[in-house]
């Protein structure tokens, strides 16, 4: 379940940030287009994703912990996302590699 909230939170914060008039937009993932010309839908599913993120993190952890755990998150990826997102080195195929592996680790080795 964490790397799932992991997941949620990468993708809210980027599309959160690619709202942004300022956000140098990387093409790689395609929908950074309709993401700025959309900016109230797109920032109304990056807000709901990440609120859909915090309460299963709470869900999963406990109300504090998971808050917490939250929010701990959503700094780490937003800065990874500021830093990597100009240089163009946030790749689909390299996030869905982490993706799949992270969730091998938590559901094949640590069940």
């Known amino acids: 379940m964490a790397s799932i909230i992991l997941f949620l939170v990468f993708i809210a914060?980027?599309?959160l940030c690619n709202t942004s008039k300022k956000a140098i937009l990387n093409p790689n993932f395609g929908f950074e287009g309709w993401l700025s010309k959309q900016h109230k839908?797109?920032?109304?599913?990056?807000l709901?994703?990440?609120v859909i993120s915090c309460l299963l993190s709470a869900f999963c952890f406990g109300l504090g912990?998971?808050?917490l755990y939250f929010f701990v998150v959503l700094m780490t990826l937003g800065s990874l996302i500021v830093?990597?997102?100009?240089?163009k080195l946030l790749?689909?195929?390299?996030i869905l590699a982490v993706f799949i592996i992270s969730l091998c680790f938590e559901f094949l080795i640590f069940n």
């Open 41 to 46: 839908t797109s920032k109304l599913l990056g």
């Open 65 to 67: 912990t998971g808050v």
């Open 48 to 50: 709901f994703i990440l």
């Open 13 to 15: 914060f980027y599309v």
């Open 91 to 94: 790749k689909p195929a390299a």
């Open 83 to 87: 830093l990597l997102n100009p240089i």
